[in-house]
């Protein structure tokens, strides 16, 4: 009859732990998406800078040696990101499939020139700089325009300056959440031990004595629940970039691996955290309310 009831009891802490480690893994899930948003933010917002494109379009009279020269130049630039050379056969063909392939039956010589796609690198492109860029490129005698829009950059970097304040915002809410509800999960772990707790006061074991292997038990415990969070993290990644190839461009592997460090982290920090400030609690309360 005793092993019995060893045996259920022993099941019923089995399953206890278990919920508890998958609670504090759904919330430290939520704490490595926020991280990875959080370290990839520069990254995100350097990948949509670098890929609006400025158009330099050279005058009818220049041969495509002088154009080539001039782009040599530019790429000595250090405001640069890359330089795709449009050449007229190559600037026709986009045109017949804008407008169709009899668009120049119009014309009595070829209207498409030779241009350049520009790209500049993400801390160049604001309106000011981007501005600077272009006179300074317009000013050269091959060259009959510079086409780029301002507005567009405006809204690109005021809408990333909304982004990164309701990102930081969000980011602070969800940990402030996260140690709530990890909190809540330890507290109700622990609280099924508190008779145990308990028995260890009345023979005299000293707080440091008692709280030492449940805060043990809480590394161990966050340390679990962290792995299983990392797991369910990279097969979320591997899915998205199943979908989302060009996306993943703008990842790092090292910044990977610090979120993987951040939530470890949380995970052991909160649950030690929360883990002492229960035990310590249920150390010094009274027999009468070990029952409510």
Not at 127 to 134: A, D, N
Not at 274 to 279: C, G, H, I, K, R
Request: aromatic share 8%; glycine share 4%; charged share 20%.
């Amino acid at each position: 009859m005793a092993s019995r009831e060893n045996k259920i009891t022993r099941r019923r802490l089995i399953s206890a732990y278990v919920s508890s480690v998958v609670s504090i893994s759904l919330v430290l899930l939520l704490v490595g998406v926020a991280s990875l948003l959080l370290v990839n933010a520069g990254n995100v917002s350097a990948y949509f800078k670098e890929n609006m494109k400025v158009s330099v379009i050279f005058r009818q009279d220049t041969s495509e040696q002088q154009a080539k020269a001039f782009q040599a130049q530019l790429d000595t630039c250090s405001y640069i990101k890359s330089i795709e050379y449009v050449s007229k056969e190559q600037g026709i063909k986009e045109m017949e499939n804008l407008l169709g392939s009899d668009f120049l039956s119009v014309f009595d010589t070829t209207p498409i020139p030779v241009s350049l796609n520009v790209s500049l690198k993400a801390e160049y492109v604001t309106p000011e700089s981007v501005e600077q860029i272009m006179n300074r490129i317009s000013s050269d005698k091959r060259v009959d325009d510079v086409v780029w829009q301002k507005s567009l950059i405006e809204a690109l970097n005021s809408n990333l300056k909304t982004i990164s304040l309701v990102l930081s915002l969000f980011i602070i809410l969800l940990l402030f959440i996260s140690f709530v509800l990890i909190g809540n999960t330890v507290r109700l772990h622990l609280y099924s031990k508190r008779f145990t707790i308990h028995t260890m006061r009345l023979v005299g074991a000293t707080k440091g004595f008692i709280c030492r292997p449940f805060v043990i038990e809480a590394v161990f415990q966050g340390i679990i629940s962290a792995l299983a969070a990392i797991i369910m993290i990279l097969c979320a990644l591997i899915i998205l970039k199943s979908q989302f190839v060009e996306l993943f461009t703008v990842f790092r592997i090292e910044q990977l691996m610090s979120v993987m460090g951040i939530v470890v982290a949380a995970g052991i920090v909160i649950c030690c955290l929360v883990t002492f400030a229960v035990v310590n609690r249920l150390v010094t309360i009274k027999k009468e309310e070990l029952y409510y």
